[in-house]
Protein backbone atom coordinates (compact mmCIF):
# COMPACT_ATOMS: atom_id res chain seq x y z
CA UNK A 1 0.00 0.00 0.00
CA UNK A 2 0.93 3.37 -0.72
CA UNK A 3 2.27 6.60 1.39
CA UNK A 4 2.29 6.26 4.66
CA UNK A 5 0.31 10.06 6.14
CA UNK A 6 1.20 9.10 9.58
CA UNK A 7 2.78 6.48 11.78
CA UNK A 8 0.88 7.20 15.43
CA UNK A 9 1.61 5.60 18.57
CA UNK A 10 -1.09 3.06 17.78
CA UNK A 11 -1.60 2.99 13.79
CA UNK A 12 -0.39 3.65 10.71
CA UNK A 13 -2.71 5.61 8.43
CA UNK A 14 -2.07 5.05 4.48
CA UNK A 15 -3.47 6.59 1.54
CA UNK A 16 -5.29 4.48 -1.17
CA UNK A 17 -8.10 4.40 -3.45
CA UNK A 18 -11.43 2.53 -3.28
CA UNK A 19 -14.03 2.37 -6.23
CA UNK A 20 -11.65 5.44 -7.35
CA UNK A 21 -12.12 7.76 -4.41
CA UNK A 22 -8.86 8.96 -2.29
CA UNK A 23 -9.37 7.73 1.01
CA UNK A 24 -7.30 6.89 3.67
CA UNK A 25 -6.84 3.29 5.62
CA UNK A 26 -6.12 3.40 9.33
CA UNK A 27 -3.76 0.24 9.92
CA UNK A 28 -3.50 -0.84 13.79
CA UNK A 29 -0.20 -2.92 13.16
CA UNK A 30 1.06 -5.51 15.32
CA UNK A 31 2.74 -4.58 18.73
CA UNK A 32 5.81 -7.10 19.58
CA UNK A 33 6.27 -5.77 23.60
CA UNK A 34 2.36 -7.56 23.47
CA UNK A 35 1.52 -11.24 24.19
CA UNK A 36 0.47 -12.62 20.64
CA UNK A 37 -3.26 -13.45 21.16
CA UNK A 38 -3.72 -10.72 23.44
CA UNK A 39 -2.28 -7.99 20.66
CA UNK A 40 -4.24 -9.36 17.57
CA UNK A 41 -7.83 -9.18 20.24
CA UNK A 42 -6.85 -5.32 21.31
CA UNK A 43 -6.00 -4.37 17.97
CA UNK A 44 -9.63 -5.83 16.96
CA UNK A 45 -11.14 -4.57 19.79
CA UNK A 46 -10.44 -1.17 18.88
CA UNK A 47 -11.21 -1.12 15.42
CA UNK A 48 -14.67 -2.03 15.88
CA UNK A 49 -14.99 0.36 18.94
CA UNK A 50 -13.90 2.97 16.61
CA UNK A 51 -15.64 2.00 13.94
CA UNK A 52 -18.65 2.25 16.08
CA UNK A 53 -18.06 5.28 17.80
CA UNK A 54 -17.36 6.92 14.37
CA UNK A 55 -21.03 5.92 13.44
CA UNK A 56 -22.80 6.85 16.20
CA UNK A 57 -20.67 10.36 16.48
CA UNK A 58 -21.80 11.35 12.54
CA UNK A 59 -25.56 10.53 13.12
CA UNK A 60 -25.72 12.29 16.25
CA UNK A 61 -24.40 15.29 14.07
CA UNK A 62 -20.50 15.65 15.15
CA UNK A 63 -18.05 16.82 12.66
CA UNK A 64 -16.37 13.22 11.73
CA UNK A 65 -14.68 11.69 8.95
CA UNK A 66 -16.81 9.14 6.90
CA UNK A 67 -16.17 5.72 7.24
CA UNK A 68 -16.30 4.11 4.04
CA UNK A 69 -15.62 0.57 5.46
CA UNK A 70 -14.03 -1.86 7.71
CA UNK A 71 -11.30 -4.97 8.01
CA UNK A 72 -10.29 -6.74 11.45
CA UNK A 73 -7.61 -4.25 12.12
CA UNK A 74 -8.09 -2.03 9.17
CA UNK A 75 -10.88 1.84 9.01
CA UNK A 76 -11.35 2.83 5.92
CA UNK A 77 -12.25 6.59 6.48
CA UNK A 78 -12.77 10.01 3.98
CA UNK A 79 -9.48 11.88 4.70
CA UNK A 80 -10.01 15.16 5.99
CA UNK A 81 -7.81 17.81 4.32
CA UNK A 82 -7.08 20.26 6.87
CA UNK A 83 -4.42 20.64 9.95
CA UNK A 84 -4.25 18.91 13.54
CA UNK A 85 -4.97 21.60 15.96
CA UNK A 86 -1.75 20.34 17.77
CA UNK A 87 0.57 21.50 14.36
CA UNK A 88 -1.50 24.69 13.85
CA UNK A 89 0.45 27.49 15.35
CA UNK A 90 -1.48 29.59 17.75
CA UNK A 91 -5.22 27.63 17.53
CA UNK A 92 -7.70 30.87 17.08
CA UNK A 93 -10.59 30.91 19.48
CA UNK A 94 -13.11 29.97 17.05
CA UNK A 95 -11.02 26.41 17.01
CA UNK A 96 -11.15 25.96 20.36
CA UNK A 97 -14.86 27.24 20.46
CA UNK A 98 -15.75 24.82 17.53
CA UNK A 99 -13.77 21.80 19.61
CA UNK A 100 -16.34 22.62 22.82
CA UNK A 101 -19.02 22.05 20.34
CA UNK A 102 -18.21 19.23 19.10
CA UNK A 103 -17.30 17.50 22.42
CA UNK A 104 -20.37 18.57 23.93
CA UNK A 105 -22.17 17.05 20.92
CA UNK A 106 -20.51 13.69 21.59
CA UNK A 107 -21.32 13.55 24.89
CA UNK A 108 -24.83 14.32 24.35
CA UNK A 109 -24.61 11.44 22.16
CA UNK A 110 -23.63 9.37 25.12
CA UNK A 111 -19.90 9.11 24.05
CA UNK A 112 -16.67 9.66 25.89
CA UNK A 113 -13.86 10.14 23.48
CA UNK A 114 -11.16 8.85 25.66
CA UNK A 115 -8.19 10.62 24.04
CA UNK A 116 -9.83 14.24 23.33
CA UNK A 117 -6.39 16.42 22.69
CA UNK A 118 -5.43 18.62 19.56
CA UNK A 119 -3.73 15.81 18.14
CA UNK A 120 -6.80 14.31 17.81
CA UNK A 121 -8.93 17.42 16.06
CA UNK A 122 -8.76 18.68 12.35
CA UNK A 123 -9.10 21.99 11.36
CA UNK A 124 -10.71 22.46 8.35
CA UNK A 125 -11.74 25.39 7.02
CA UNK A 126 -13.90 26.68 10.13
CA UNK A 127 -14.97 23.24 10.52
CA UNK A 128 -13.35 21.04 13.94
CA UNK A 129 -13.32 17.54 12.88
CA UNK A 130 -12.96 14.97 15.80
CA UNK A 131 -10.61 11.38 14.64
CA UNK A 132 -9.04 8.84 16.66
CA UNK A 133 -12.13 6.85 18.87
CA UNK A 134 -10.13 3.71 19.21
CA UNK A 135 -10.55 4.72 23.28
CA UNK A 136 -13.55 6.03 23.17
CA UNK A 137 -16.54 4.44 25.40
CA UNK A 138 -20.54 4.53 24.94
CA UNK A 139 -21.31 3.48 28.56
CA UNK A 140 -20.24 6.82 30.06
CA UNK A 141 -20.38 8.39 33.01
CA UNK A 142 -19.59 12.18 34.51
CA UNK A 143 -16.16 10.33 35.16
CA UNK A 144 -15.40 10.10 31.84
CA UNK A 145 -16.66 13.20 30.18
CA UNK A 146 -14.23 15.05 33.09
CA UNK A 147 -11.27 13.47 31.65
CA UNK A 148 -11.91 14.66 28.31
CA UNK A 149 -11.89 17.86 29.43
CA UNK A 150 -8.62 17.63 31.57
CA UNK A 151 -7.16 16.66 28.82
CA UNK A 152 -7.96 19.74 27.06
CA UNK A 153 -7.11 21.60 29.90
CA UNK A 154 -4.23 20.40 30.11
CA UNK A 155 -2.97 21.07 26.42
CA UNK A 156 -4.07 24.41 25.99
CA UNK A 157 -3.26 27.70 27.12
CA UNK A 158 -5.45 29.38 29.85
CA UNK A 159 -7.02 31.89 27.27
CA UNK A 160 -7.52 28.93 24.60
CA UNK A 161 -9.37 26.57 27.28
CA UNK A 162 -11.36 29.40 28.33
CA UNK A 163 -13.35 29.95 25.23
CA UNK A 164 -13.23 26.10 24.83
CA UNK A 165 -15.55 24.92 28.00
CA UNK A 166 -17.42 28.31 27.55
CA UNK A 167 -18.90 26.50 24.23
CA UNK A 168 -18.94 23.12 25.94
CA UNK A 169 -20.63 24.40 28.91
CA UNK A 170 -23.39 26.00 27.28
CA UNK A 171 -23.92 23.20 24.54
CA UNK A 172 -23.22 20.09 26.83
CA UNK A 173 -26.86 18.59 28.87
CA UNK A 174 -24.98 17.48 31.70
CA UNK A 175 -22.40 20.38 31.69
CA UNK A 176 -22.65 20.94 35.21
CA UNK A 177 -22.07 17.87 36.65
CA UNK A 178 -19.18 17.19 34.37
CA UNK A 179 -17.65 20.12 35.72
CA UNK A 180 -18.22 19.49 38.97
CA UNK A 181 -16.61 15.99 38.43
CA UNK A 182 -13.62 17.72 36.53
CA UNK A 183 -13.12 19.67 40.15
CA UNK A 184 -13.33 16.29 42.10
CA UNK A 185 -11.08 15.03 39.50
CA UNK A 186 -8.35 17.71 39.95
CA UNK A 187 -8.83 17.97 43.62
CA UNK A 188 -7.98 14.00 43.70
CA UNK A 189 -4.72 14.92 41.71
CA UNK A 190 -3.72 17.67 43.71
CA UNK A 191 -4.09 15.47 47.10
CA UNK A 192 -2.10 12.65 45.83
CA UNK A 193 0.94 15.12 44.85
CA UNK A 194 0.68 16.69 48.20
CA UNK A 195 0.54 13.22 49.69
CA UNK A 196 3.17 11.30 47.80
CA UNK A 197 5.59 14.57 48.26
CA UNK A 198 5.33 14.37 51.90
CA UNK A 199 6.43 10.43 51.67
N1 LIG B 1 -9.55 11.08 8.55
C1 LIG B 1 -8.37 11.70 8.58
N2 LIG B 1 -8.16 12.77 7.78
C2 LIG B 1 -6.95 13.40 7.80
N3 LIG B 1 -5.92 13.05 8.58
C3 LIG B 1 -6.07 11.98 9.40
C4 LIG B 1 -7.31 11.26 9.45
N4 LIG B 1 -7.17 10.25 10.33
C5 LIG B 1 -5.91 10.35 10.82
N5 LIG B 1 -5.25 11.39 10.26
C6 LIG B 1 -3.84 11.80 10.55
O1 LIG B 1 -3.11 10.71 11.06
C7 LIG B 1 -2.73 10.95 12.43
C8 LIG B 1 -2.89 9.67 13.24
O2 LIG B 1 -4.23 9.20 13.20
P1 LIG B 1 -5.00 8.76 14.51
O3 LIG B 1 -6.34 8.27 14.12
O4 LIG B 1 -4.96 9.87 15.50
O5 LIG B 1 -4.14 7.50 15.00
P2 LIG B 1 -3.24 7.24 16.30
O6 LIG B 1 -4.07 6.31 17.12
O7 LIG B 1 -2.00 6.61 15.79
O8 LIG B 1 -3.00 8.55 17.00
C9 LIG B 1 -3.62 12.10 12.89
O9 LIG B 1 -3.04 12.86 13.93
C10 LIG B 1 -3.80 12.89 11.60
O10 LIG B 1 -2.68 13.71 11.37
MG1 LIG C 1 -4.21 10.16 17.41
Keep these: MKPIVSEG???????????????????????????????S???????????????RARSSGASVPRLVGVGRYDLYIEEIKGKTLSS????????TREAGVQLAILHNAGIAH?????????LSGKRVYVIDFGLSSLTTGSEE??????LMKRQLSRAEYSSFIRAYRSNAAEGNETLARLREVEERGRYQKRTLSNI
Design 145 to 150: RALDLL
Design 88 to 95: ALGIGSGA
Design 9 to 39: AEARIYRTELYGRRILVKRREPKRYRIKELD
Design 114 to 122: GDFTPANLI
Design 41 to 55: SIREYRTRREATALA
